[in-house]
């Protein structure tokens, strides 16, 4: 399989070299370059069998590609911890979907897992190191640094805008050490954005090392997410004997895209419902067909906070007209107040105790017209676990939210990072001075 940018002004290319790159050389986001035949719901493994359903689905766009044979070990790597499917109303129509299993907490974890397995063996024997800069608001940084962490030829650099990610998450991004850098950025979260776009472009530091990207673009992260979708679906699929709708907290649109894949590619969903938090754009396009991005609003589900979704140009490649999107994807918008009350209502109703991102799933959840939620079955994405933001969930609560094994282990360790400016200059120097003195 090839995969072709969205802006159609460069070659096609495979699949390593796809996720290699991160974004393409002409700035637009990798796509498969054609659909493979959809699988049937019945030739697929036991739910409870990520490695294996993930063979199975990716199989068609990694072949022919240097990287095929290796499949089974990547997704073995990549999907050593669970997703579990938890029934809400003794199992009669509402799910939640837990993928906060992993090392850091969030669902982030999967595709930084399968992007670390995958680019470590894309770049075995090379010359020189594979450099990769990510700049995140909270979740995606830690994810990406503890994927990559001690692995040989690679080196991380994480800049987070300093001040403005919650004590747990700045933890996950400082804690690592060896070949992880960080950075707290005197600036915003697109300060960061845009310092990583002109590192892309500085002869300086490519004549260095070979830069990569581990943000949503990166088809790399999609392919794994469509697993979860996969499986969960099935479940419910071999239960009831009917198709599953998703509601999933959204901002960059990647996890949303993942599982309209995981549809295309013949898995029994039916609805995609997108929630987003105050940062509107999505659902504003939807209502209105005007497509405006804005500046991000700082709102209590920060992963969230986009203004501009990175991964909206997929999303547009794909449904072209907006009759063909109305028609994939419905979405709502939460604010802060409803994202407080839903914290506390899951609790009080049911017993859960959900991250601001998950509560903004399901407040949009409620919010659908009865008519809609007693079709068939419903799946709530929780997309972080709430200890990572316990500053918001258990003065809400008046109770302490416990910490997974995996959260504190992090805790333990030592942290460490340099503050720079938001600046070309600041970064380059830093990065230029680090590879001569290694
Ligand atoms: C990143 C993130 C989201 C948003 O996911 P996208 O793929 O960017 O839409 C939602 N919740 C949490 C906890 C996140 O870390």
């Excluded at 802006?7 to 370059?33: E, I």
């Excluded at 493994?45 to 766009?61: C, K, R, T, V």
């Excluded at 209502?287 to 999303?315: C, H, Q, Y």
């Excluded at 907006?322 to 918008?333: G, H, K």
């Amino acid at each position: 399989m090839q995969f072709v940018s969205t802006r159609g002004k460069v070659p096609a290319t495979g699949f390593g070299a796809a996720l290699a790159q991160g974004l393409a050389p002409d700035g637009g986001l990798y796509l498969p370059a054609s659909w493979p035949v959809p699988v049937s719901p019945a030739s697929l493994p036991d739910a409870s069998q990520l490695p294996q359903i993930a063979n199975q689905l990716i199989a068609p766009f990694i072949a022919g590609d240097d990287l095929a044979p290796q499949l089974p070990a990547i997704t073995a790597g990549a999907f050593d911890f669970p997703a579990p499917l938890v029934p809400l109303d003794g199992g009669r129509r509402l799910h939640v979907l837990e993928l906060f299993h992993g090392p850091t907490a969030a669902f982030k974890d999967f595709g930084a897992r399968f992007l670390a397995e995958s680019l470590t063996r894309v770049r075995a024997g090379a010359s020189r190191p594979l450099r990769i800069l990510v700049a995140t608001s909270g979740d995606t940084g830690g994810a990406v640094a503890a994927a990559f962490h001690n692995r040989p030829g690679v080196e991380v650099a994480v800049l987070f805008p300093k001040g403005l990610v919650s004590p747990t998450q700045e933890r996950q991004l400082t804690c690592w050490g060896g070949n992880v850098q960080s950075f707290a950025v005197r600036g915003t979260f697109d300060d960061c954005q845009r310092l990583v776009k002109e590192a892309f472009l500085d002869e300086n530091l490519r004549s260095r090392a070979e830069l990569s990207s581990a943000n949503s673009i990166n088809i790399g992260r999609l392919f794994p997410q469509m697993v979860y979708y996969a499986a969960s679906s099935l479940r419910v699929w071999r239960e009831h004997g009917e198709p599953a709708s998703y509601v999933i907290p959204s901002g960059n649109l990647g996890n949303a895209l993942a599982c309209l894949l995981a549809r295309q590619l013949g898995l029994p969903i039916a609805d995609v419902h997108l929630a987003h938090n105050a940062n509107r754009t999505v659902p504003d396009y939807l209502t209105t067909g005007d497509w405006k991005p804005r500046s991000s609003i700082a709102t209590l589900a920060s992963a969230m906070d986009v203004g501009n979704p990175s991964n909206f140009e997929r999303l547009q490649n794909i449904y072209p007209v907006i009759s063909s999107m109305r028609e994939a994807v419905t979405a709502d918008t939460v604010d802060d107040a409803a994202i407080r009350s839903r914290i506390k209502l899951g609790f009080e109703q049911l017993g859960q105790i959900w991250c601001p991102h998950t509560a903004v799933a399901a407040e949009a959840y409620a919010r659908l017209p009865e008519s809609r939620r007693s079709k068939g079955r419903w799946i709530l994405v929780a997309t972080a676990h709430p200890a990572k933001f316990r500053e918001i969930v258990e003065p809400l609560l008046g109770r302490e939210v416990a910490v997974p094994q995996s959260l504190a282990a992090l805790f333990a360790r030592p942290v460490a990072c340099t503050e720079i400016d938001a600046g070309l200059e600041s970064l380059r120097a830093q990065l230029m001075a680090e590879q001569e003195n290694p």
